[in-house]
């Protein structure tokens, strides 16, 4: 089984929530001594940049004008996407880590979904409908957030944005760990911390049963 793990702080580990709910998670997932290859990537060790007309011309022409040849400039700006996909490609379980920015996701992820998430490489087009061309049959949000965030709160725009998503090329099994209410105003941070821990250790036994 292949795990990849795309991680959105730029906090060091030690203050970092999200990134704390990700070392236990893959702490108890090594316990399993299962045959999992992981694959790690820190966004901000390995930016991605903001998809380009060009980039969006090499997978989107082909599709809106069948028969259309890619010119250099366009398959040179989708260099970096198509070095994404192609690890995207080989993954079974997906992981995200980040914390909740601005009530979404930090701009590097969304960044990096969107040079990832493209026709003819993810998916493709078939009698109007999408198929999918990946093989990814969960997804595990770790996530954390300053704030208390209760289900369906509005302020919440990260999980439904995600699961939207992820649901349009058939990945239905969304699976959350969040440590919210870590700002230092709310006094039992570490307790909700410790909570979202055990959550996401839960999590990783779930993958582990997938092996």
Known sequence: MNLLHI???????DISSSKQLAAA????????????????????NNPPPFLTNDAYRYFWNPILQPGYIPTTAEKS????ALSQTKVFEETD???????????GMPAIMKAWLDQVLVPG???KYEAGSIIPLHHITKVILLASSGDIVKENDPQDQLTPHLTAIFNSISITDFSIAWADGQDPRHLDAEERKATAIEAAQELADDVSEMA
Not at 25 to 44: C, G, H, P, Q, W
């Open 7 to 13: 991680c959105a702080s730029t906090k060091p580990i």
């Open 77 to 80: 700006a989708a260099s970096y």
């Open 93 to 103: 379980v997906l992981i995200l880590t980040m914390p909740l920015w601005n009530c």
């Open 25 to 44: 998670f893959f702490a108890r997932l090594a316990e399993s001594n299962k045959d999992i290859n992981v694959t790690n990537m820190d966004l901000y």
């Open 121 to 123: 490489v993810v998916f």
